[in-house]
């Protein structure tokens, strides 16, 4: 194997992350970064034989539970991981003995994490020993590793234990009751529940010793059962084990435990289901791969960051979404954030469109969640979560705790102000249907989210008689350094643009699926009365922009804040607010992120107002050098290297988008440990597609006037638009015309011109 | 075994508590009921076997952790009891195959809790089986297991495995981390370690089989070490399984986990060990029983809650104190009230001073965090905590938190405002000293305690200029019903006696331990002014009472709140404040526990003001009947008890003493599985020995003015006062003088007249 290069903290091939020494104070940050997954779970890259303080994690799309304070959070599901070598007495792990040799080793083409390691035991005996693991792509119940066993300079006994480890915890808590265990022909199998929700986990588990004679025993210490076999070990002489796990849960099957023995009966061995596991990885970079020459660190890099969101998005679900962090971490507790549909969606939506379906239509099965907050808070139609779980009600924590016995909480305002959510929900499942021209979707699911969402800004806005203005008080906008707010920009907007929408797509709705129009209509309580209150709405909410200079202020007074110059904090660690205060920089014109420019970011693809180069340049003077880009909010760089690219901006955008790229391999923000940074990747796709692939979707398709980044001699990639793939490949100094390549398979999807 | 009696839910004999029946629904309130402890530990009457949602626990003094919300609570620690069966395949288990004999036993005499089971395995296999276990009274690092197994029916192979679960769940949250785990000669050991506090545990554990050849095997799935036989049973031949645990944490010795295996290697066997425990037994029972005789029922359940106290009450360590929920549940995380010292500390006072002696030099270790609350309020000396635990520091939550996604939050002001405990802890130390004649105490500690809790009162007190009084304004008295009131006559009275005696106590110091005296003066910046400033507290606090009638108003306003009658609600199971709601039983005449009847009980002994027959006939006759005595708080009916016995109402006296001596054995608040009610416990105490025996303390020691209730014709117990014992035996009828019997062994105690 050959490695391409290396960064300041890893090693890469084109498709391989190699880590070469084991760092134990790197141990958290790592087991997020070797996280592996299927689109139904992940498992972080925890060592199989533990170590101390080590946080194995595996989480499962929709399985949340009951915790105080957060109220509800992916619990950490029983360890599939288990895999303890003991070497004449001595157990393997590497607080202890001698690291002779140490590689692990994340291969992105095929989702299968390995390490290589030579370890001399506390007693002398030196031993090789190479572990493997995937969760199989093609089969998503399927779990599987492998160990090969090779003693260097020594005979003697070798004990290995595999086994289930039913006391997960979340921060010290286990969300499991026992339900019941036991022994197979096949192995073992563990049934528990989760203790609120009561979620039903069945797994099942055998393991295979080959090159050597040795019986299997099965312990089973309650919560714990254990596949142990010992045999005699010959220097040389290599012994592998393979150990194969299934597991469902009740939101699968009534019937947990029986389908995963069952399953486990019938499958093939190790090899072949590896071989499955690459066939189905293989038809996934078809479509998602992004190819880049002339900088194989972003290469590579990018690759990493597609990988994370293709291990997270549902292919059999969409009853579920893409929290914050992934399935890697333990960080936002598995809510769901606008992080999905804003920053990760548009690569779902164009390079795995049935994936794209499925996050949506999580909305869609959560609208009753949302239309109970909207109830809580007064106000009518569906008002979704700022923090959504299962049901989508409101789980926003109201409290940051103070651990001090006498220190102050903290309260936290998001559930009750940062209501901007409420638009890009809409505008994500508009751009969905514009893109896919999924009609069906859009008259079944679609158009009661933007009917029922701008249902709620109707009742949210107050008409101010004195301005014979709309207005939308006492939010949070996008940045969250500002706590309480009137009249935000971006809110205001979002909230206008959707109306649009909602007035298009009830039209929309009336011509082309009559019935489902006048069914909503009853179901929403949707009157003309309200449409022409919308239209109202339209006409007459307050934005605060400047037609001569084309600026915008981010809310009602923002402009008379006191400034501060972010260049005097240089060299800082901390974010603005850590530094001044949540008093100080609600006062202050410093931002955790971009705010205006992420509106013009939004509305720069169908270039709707304020959306023009003219605005771009004013409010970027303004606002980027406000912006508090490094320790602010991770949801900020990818934005601006499109935006900076846009500009001409070309060693700012590859700097800021470096910032992005490598959020989660360089840890740069100290919190990878909390898990992958979903929107970061997302934002990764979309900085490298729309920023400097330049695309812009046409009547006729996406085309590409892309900048390429100093470098960079080609950029290759595909896109899915209407019902088409479109390839690109770009190379320097050549202007590349887009193709038609070929229709995605079994495709569901027309092209269809919305009704405008 | 001859049972005495039956109650609505138990069975007893004159030591033993009996349940012939096993209810699922009571699963967790006999888990505490049935829990056995020594001293240093408790442990819950959790099956061996386990058992769906069965809630196994095991405190240790001391043994503290954090958690959010409620700061730091008590780790549940690693389970010692898990010893599983399995007959010919079938685990055993009572929620699987056939119950065919159920007879649970915790006897009082040795703190030994045993069951008898018949049992019929799903394949048809019946099987005797006797578990026995004990926490020795002797030595407190040592705990046994005894399992008697007879096939009754059929030959075949039974396998028993012997483990320590090192996963134990504070509700779900498992406090510890692990370090190690090993084998010995003699069995296994784990070593775990809290994750924050980072108390060290070492715990061993060996197996014992008599009565077959059987050979022993280690498993070791990590966390849960279990040792493992596997026989051959024959019909009616009984084998014997001995499994011996020993324990120790980094607060008992630099090296737990050597302790434990050291100790394990020199322990005698399980009979030998049960006879030392047997012996330890009968020293704490020779000076603490009660015996009544002519009412089986109460001279049973006296036993069992004196019973709780002993086994709570730390005898080797004097840094720890007892919980409200004793050793025996989760209920208010092992937090420590002033129900130790008000409730509970008079039983030790009296028949076990050396433990009472700990329980108030825990209060002496903790200084420093209530002086670290007093300066986080603004206030000088020591705020003792409302709930405190290893530091001292205030532990109350802040939040109720409402699980529910939209509900709203509810402060608990009690850290804030119930500041009565101030003068509580003072009120014990004194009355300790006065008791024991423990000048040594005194001096070294009590008078740290008096002296710097009574600054306190000097900061916190205002005066009124108009009035020219002082005032305790914004407080919750003891009745927690109303949440913020001004010159609670509970408060400003205990406060005044208070700094009586620091007064007191201080010019004692300065005459018989000047050094002393000096010493705290400096640490204490305690200067002739600050004690003047307590002479004019004194005499100018605010009291609301009426010397005409001798009506005490519970706070200012009191009488003008709406009035409620109770009997109104009769047949109600729920508290007042649930029925009414917070806000209505803050502005009615509806109060959760005995205010001012607590005021005149504390004042009772030494017939101080306010008390007097007429104050305390007017006073009950105003709020016995607002009070809640049912579901408001479980302190309440001990004390109704005994002022109802004093004011002659014998009948009402019994009624709610059954209420308290019952609470746990009959669960009669439906929330024993939340631990047992030690104040109530040590309620039921002082209402059997103050109430019904009437004693008084004089000049010449304790005198009984005994006024039995019907049925009972004997009433025997014994009194430590000032170095001697006192023994006494009380006789329907009969005028029994008091007698000195015996000196108590080793004492260092003193006859002292303090001076004054």
Redesign the interface.
Known sequence: MQTKGHSRNFIYTDWILIETQFDPDQLHSKETVFTIGNGYLGTKGSFEE?Y??ALPATFIHGVYD?V??V?TELANCPDWL?L?VIVNGDRFRLDQGEILRYDRQLDLRYGLLSRYLRWRSPSGNTIDIHFERFASFADQHVLAQRCHLTPVDFDGLIEV?G?I?G?P?NQ????W???DQGKTDQGIWLQRRT?HSRIEIGMGATMKILGTEASLQV??????P?L?TTYLAKSKQTVTVEKIVTLFTSRDTETPVSAATEKLAHLPDYATLLKANEQAWDEAWQQSDILIEGDSTAAFAVRYNLFQLLIAGSRHDDKVSIPAKTLSGFGYRGHIFWDTEIFMLPFFLFTQPAIARNLLSYRWHTLPGAR??AA?YGYKGAMFAWESADTG???TP??G?N?D??GE?VRIWCRDREIHINADIPYAAWNYWQTTGDDEWMQQCGAEIILDAAIFWGSRVEFNSERQQYEIRGVIGVDEYHEFVHNNAFTNRMAQWHLQRAIAVYDWLAHKFPERATELEQKLKLTPQERSHWQDIIAKILFLHDPLTEQIEQFEGFFQLEDINLADYQGRDHSMQAILSIEKTNKCQVIKQPDILMLLYLMRESADFPYNQKALQANWDYYAPRTDITYGSSLGPAVHAILASDLGKSAEAYEVFMQALMVDLEDNRGNTSDGIHGATAGGVWQAVIFGFGGIQLTENGPVANFHLPDGWTRLKFKLHWRGKWHDFDLRKGQVTSLRSEFKIQNSKFKINDPYK
Chains 1, 2 share one sequence.
């Open positions: 533990g101390p303080h009951d105080p304070v109220y288990p303890v234990q086994g480890n006391y915890e010290g808590f286990n969300h009751e026992g339900l203790r312990s089973t210490a309650p919560g714990y254990t142990t109970r907050k809580h009600d409101e789980v109201r409290w705790l651990s016995f006498y909480d």
